[in-house]
């Protein structure tokens, strides 16, 4: 899909930009370069899986060449299955390419204009005194390298929490194709992923202990429960602030929130295909 290469060079290029660009926060410039890749590479992965699942399964159907696939022996199941693993994959493929794009931009920044004191790594104090004899060229690639895999770790949660996010709306992007046109379905997934990192902030604002609305209290309960909490999936002020996110206590919670809610939005998609008449 040009989609995808289009996306890639897109948010490649505007990483590569926003290592020159002044920030004005005062000392504080990596950390929004962070907070805003990260944001980017959610924004990337998010239009590539809703537009696609939006186009190529809408086209399909329209288009009747949805017929041709499933007089084969396939299920509409596993047609609709297979939609949704590839889409997501080509998601993950554009997210892990723009994560190491990422930590060469946070790395040479740091290296332009250092803000935050590196640690000093025990594999680089390692390098440094077994394999000091080495050319200059030489350590200074392993030394690159090694920074790089440490940057690469401490953005890895906040990139599989937003691959989270992404297997949601993909999975309710792929649902609603079955049914509904393309233009239809990027506002409803866009709605959805709004309300969704909005609603259980209003819960805690609108509560009565706060004196909020009753009524805006009970509408937000009802969107909060129905909807994923995809605020509670971003990891982003984690990530510019070097905290260490677990990976078993947090991480694999929210993936398992992400799980049941993709689960339920693919078994609604599944329910809306099966009766559709593709002939």
């Given at each position: 899909q040009p989609l995808f290469w289009l996306l890639l060079v897109l948010t490649t290029f505007f990483m590569l930009v926003s290592v020159y660009l002044p920030y004005f926060t005062f000392g504080e410039e990596i950390k929004m370069m962070k907070g805003l890749s990260l944001s980017a590479i959610l924004l990337a992965t998010l239009i590539l899986t809703?537009?696609?699942?939006?186009v190529s399964i809408s086209e399909e159907i329209e288009g009747r060449t949805a017929v041709t696939v499933l007089s084969k022996p396939m299920s509409r199941r596993a047609f609709l299955l297979g939609k949704f693993v590839g889409i997501f994959l080509a998601a993950v493929l554009l997210a892990v390419?723009?994560?190491?794009v990422m930590a060469v931009t946070v790395y040479y920044r740091n290296e332009i204009?250092?803000?935050e004191q590196r640690p000093q790594l025990a594999e680089v104090q390692q390098l440094e005194r077994y394999l000091g004899f080495l050319p200059n060229a030489v350590f200074a690639t392993g030394r690159y390298l090694l920074y790089l895999s440490y940057d690469l770790s401490l953005i890895a949660p906040g990139i599989v929490?937003?691959?989270f996010q992404v297997m949601i709306l993909t999975g309710l992007a792929v649902a609603l194709a079955t049914r509904l046109p393309v233009v239809v379905n990027l506002v409803i997934c866009l709605s959805v992923f709004i309300i969704g990192r909005l609603a259980h902030i209003v819960v805690y604002q609108s509560s009565p202990e706060r004196g909020g609305n009753p009524l805006v209290h009970v509408m937000a309960q009802i969107f909060a429960t129905i909807l994923p909490g995809f605020n509670y999936f971003d990891m982003t002020d984690a990530t510019i602030a070097g905290i260490d996110v677990p990976w078993g206590d947090y991480?694999?919670?929210?993936?398992?929130?992400?799980a049941v809610y993709t689960a339920i939005a693919l078994l609604f998609g599944l329910i809306l295909f099966e009766d559709r008449d593709v002939a």
């Open positions: 809703v537009f696609s699942a939006g390419l723009l994560s190491v204009d250092p803000e929490c937003n691959l991480v694999l919670h929210v993936g398992v929130h992400a």
